[in-house]
């Protein structure tokens, strides 16, 4: 038996044969997500195919969250599509304000280490952060999931990640996947698998590993996985670790113990700058969310610099949960209450401004901090806007000032 | 699956997926809608220039950032036949394929727009007419050109009702 990566172990196993990479597998899934961007398209295509009941209504989920709620007729429309498909087929629908695709597959168990799960959407590689690979895929790969209970693989290369270091204070997981994505490009990890090891990894909350798994898409990633050590999981499991002489496409390891909070700059979310380089930058759009940072340790991070104080005139702060669960905490700890009296303003939970679709368009020529995962022109719904990405920290540190501004300077 | 021929509209690196359709046009059922606002933010120009048949040719990573499968529709329905680049994201790659848009990878090339363009998908290879240059394109696995010999995804499982065990 050949030395395996963590990914060629998972596929090996749901494939019933060893494979290693470069090889063509045909696998059972274990979870089959849609949104209501790719659901609609899926659907159709699933009755093209034939289909007339799921292989496996258990491992299939529906999630209403991009575009809710619906912001017109013709997207309501879609939304009973939706509906009525998951009563008829007897599948899991996750309706308006229950939260993010990724965020409810982590936080209701549909994900468990080891799985193989498909999300028709480009951010499914967060659930790497439970030791699971997650790949995104079209809506037609999700509807032929759901008619066979299988999909097709091409076993990816890894690129292995090896973080050490201990974070500076107001440094979090964000800053260290912004970093990454600066260092390996838009397109460094197209076709593989990323593997995250290492001290700087195996100490991060889940909430954390979820963060730097989900901007593996803005590597190329097919998938992610996170080393599963010392992950705060609620039911027991196996854990698999690569073999020490596991071949790997390259490993590249980073001493993050002198990491400062970082950004992209418009308009590819690997043009990276320590957020210094761009400091007194006027903005007019703060946003907390998306599936890349919108829970608990997100909003207490914002409300920790924003507490007691007023975010600045002529700035909007957005804050749309991850998940109704996220907010219904933050509620009762008081996080709520602190960003409210700051000033932000509280949306659906679901991804909210983020893809550009309702609710936060920015105006032409308005400058957009976000803690989102693209800053492509055109994003947020304007191609005449700037968009910047960066920690929860920053962005409440910008809507404070009204400039892009480092934390640590307003602790002076 | 026969030679295609077209005229070349060619772009750079990194066309993300919000520049062939935004994300504000994804939500629908009605491919025409999508091919109305297609690369809308890159080239608005484009749905009025382009012919039946065209080829679009980019550099490095087309289609990266979104899987929306509207993208590669949007471009089917334009009326492009066939997209061929250095290299594409992957699910691009996979969603083109399984709904019936071929493309194909050549690595870096010297097409310019209007070249006339014979596009080989089984020979896997790109012939530049207006100079003879000749491009060889990258294998793709078997079950890749099953599904695209198939006609896509949706045909592909319409006939045999499962994956073929590979």
Same mark, same amino acid.
Do not use: W
């Given at each position: 038996m050949t030395a395996q990566t963590v990914t060629e172990k998972i596929i090996s196993q749901r494939a019933g044969i060893a494979v290693r990479a470069g090889e063509i597998a045909v696998v059972p899934v274990d979870g089959a997500m849609a949104s209501d961007t790719t659901a609609p398209l899926a659907m159709r295509a699933f009755r093209e195919m034939?289909?007339? *009941?799921?292989?496996?209504p258990d491992q299939a989920f529906l999630v209403i969250d991009h575009a809710a709620p619906a912001p017109n007729e013709r997207i309501a429309n879609l939304h009973r599509l939706m509906r009525d498909f998951a009563a008829e087929m007897g599948c899991q629908l996750y309706d308006v304000g229950a939260g993010i695709c990724h965020q409810l597959m982590v936080e209701n168990g549909h994900v468990q280490p080891s799985h193989i799960f498909l999300g028709a959407?480009?951010?499914?590689?967060?659930?790497g952060a439970v030791g699971a690979l997650g790949i995104g895929m079209g809506s037609t790969d999700l509807a032929a999931a759901w008619l066979t209970g299988k999909t097709w693989l091409k076993v990816p290369e890894t690129t292995k990640l090896v973080l050490n270091g201990r974070l500076q204070p107001h440094v979090s997981a964000k800053d260290i996947i912004l970093f990454l994505v600066g260092q390996l490009g838009i397109a460094g990890a197209t076709y593989q698998a990323v593997e995250f090891t290492g001290t700087a990894v195996t100490h991060l909350s889940l909430a954390s590993r979820m963060t730097l798994a989900n901007m593996v898409a803005e590597m190329g990633g097919k998938t992610a996985v996170v080393d599963t050590t010392g992950l705060d999981w609620p039911t027991p499991f196996t854990p698999i670790q690569a073999d020490p002489d596991a071949r790997y496409h390259a490993v590249r390891e980073f001493d993050l113990s002198h990491l400062t909070p970082q950004i992209a700059v418009p308009h590819s979310p690997d043009n990276i700058v320590p957020v210094t380089a761009v400091a007194g930058q006027k903005i007019q759009l703060a946003f907390i969310g998306s599936c890349t940072n919108s829970r608990l340790e997100d909003w207490h991070a914002a409300a920790a610099v924003l507490a007691g104080q007023r975010i600045a005139p002529g700035v909007r702060l957005l804050i749309a949960p991850a998940s109704k669960a996220v907010f219904d905490a933050a509620l009762a700890d008081g996080t709520v209450a602190a960003l409210s009296a700051a000033g932000a303003t509280f949306m659906t939970a679901g991804c909210g401004p983020c893809v550009g679709t309702h609710q936060g368009v920015p105006g032409d020529e308005e400058v957009v901090i976000s803690t989102a995962n693209r800053n492509f022109r055109? *994003?947020?719904?304007?191609?005449n806007a700037h968009i910047y990405l960066t920690s929860p920290a920053i962005v409440a540190a910008a809507a404070l000032t009204g400039e892009i501004t480092n934390p640590a300077e307003l602790e002076n | 699956m026969k030679t295609i021929q077209g005229i070349a509209h060619v772009y750079g690196d990194n066309v993300d997926t919000d520049r062939i359709i935004p994300g504000k046009y994804t939500k629908t059922l009605d491919v025409s809608h999508l091919a109305a606002h297609v690369l809308e933010d890159l080239d608005p120009d484009f749905r009025q220039q382009v012919q039946p048949g065209d080829v679009l040719v980019a550099g490095d990573n087309f289609g990266c950032g979104s899987s929306r499968e509207q993208a590669p529709l949007a471009l089917k329905a334009a009326g492009v036949s066939v997209v061929v680049a250095a290299y594409f994201a992957r699910i691009f790659f996979r969603n083109a394929i399984n709904i019936g848009l071929p493309v194909v990878e050549i690595g870096p090339h010297a097409i310019t727009p209007g070249a006339r363009l014979a596009v080989d998908l089984l020979a896997g290879q790109v012939v530049?007419?207006?100079?003879?240059r000749i491009y060889p394109a990258t294998r793709l696995p078997d079950v890749m050109v099953a599904i695209l010999q198939a006609g896509g995804l949706v045909n592909y499982l319409r006939e045999r009702g499962d994956y073929e065990q590979q």
């Open positions: 034939g289909g007339t *009941r799921l292989k496996r959407d480009s951010h499914t590689p967060t659930y055109g *994003r947020m719904g304007n191609p | 530049d007419e207006s100079n003879g």
